[in-house]
């Protein structure tokens, strides 16, 4: 079955401090992606990354970096010198391969980021 | 540039009402797909659509319906409105089947049935 675990709930952070939230997938498929969105307070849901299975080469974004490690099924999403316009809900996903017959995609129940000044 | 949207962006209605929400995109992409969101389930699938005249069911389907009648809009139907479809919706698109594809979401619906 097709998992994904966002063990932190809520996290609180001060501005320009460093973050890593946490995505555990659990999948039995060797193809398959790993997405990363951002849903600010204004309610939308931002596409930020996606990353293939076959891909483990960390990501770099400006002040967002991703660390994809199949050998623990995590993919963390650190943000860098925190700032208040990065308080959001992000939310990891799962997508399956074919083998569905559809794009599902499996959600992780989210990390609440509050950045305070 | 390409867009998904979503109508009405707030909506009040009573039990027993039938509703219909609007979603439509401009990607020209082949599946379109509604959610919904609730504190503590996440993002929940209901239906999904990989082209027109194709619809499916997603894990919390009961009481919903959608059609495809163009690649444009997937109208989702509350036949019903119960209290407990009280939620947020989105609707989503992406380009073809296999997985691999970033699905894009619209700006949401917050729907309160009293």
């Known amino acids: 079955a097709q998992k994904v675990t966002q063990a932190q709930t809520e996290i609180s952070v001060v501005e320009k401090e460093d973050v890593t939230l946490d995505c555990v997938y659990e999948?039995?498929?060797?193809?398959?992606?790993l997405f990363w969105y951002k849903q600010p307070p204004s309610g939308e849901l931002v596409f930020l990354i996606r990353?293939?299975?076959?891909?483990?080469q960390n990501e770099i974004s400006g002040r967002y970096s991703w660390n994809f490690q199949k050998s623990t099924s995590s993919f963390n999403f650190t943000i860098t010198a925190s700032q208040v316009v990065d308080s959001a809900v992000y939310f990891c996903?799962?997508?399956?391969?074919?083998?569905?017959?559809?794009?599902?995609?499996?959600f992780g129940s989210g990390t609440k980021l509050n950045v305070k000044p | 540039d390409a867009e998904i949207t979503q109508s009405p962006r707030h909506k009040i209605t009573e039990t027993g009402r039938q509703v219909t929400l609007a979603c439509h995109q401009t990607w020209n992409h082949n599946n379109m797909f509604w959610y919904r969101q609730d504190l503590g389930h996440g993002l929940r699938l209901i239906h999904y659509s990989y082209g027109v005249q194709d619809t499916n069911k997603g894990e919390v389907s009961d009481g919903y319906s959608v059609s495809r009648s163009n690649t444009e809009d997937l109208p989702l139907t509350l036949e019903s409105a119960a209290s407990s479809q009280t939620s947020v919706y989105f609707c989503?698109?992406?380009?073809?089947?296999?997985?691999?594809?970033?699905?894009?979401f619209g700006p949401g619906t917050r729907l309160t049935v009293l």
């Open positions: 999948t039995r498929d060797t193809t398959y992606y």
């Open positions: 996903a799962l997508s399956a391969p074919p083998r569905d017959n559809f794009n599902k995609f499996y």
């Open positions: 989503a698109s992406s380009e073809s089947q296999g997985g691999a594809d970033t699905q894009y």
């Open positions: 990353r293939n299975s076959f891909d483990e």
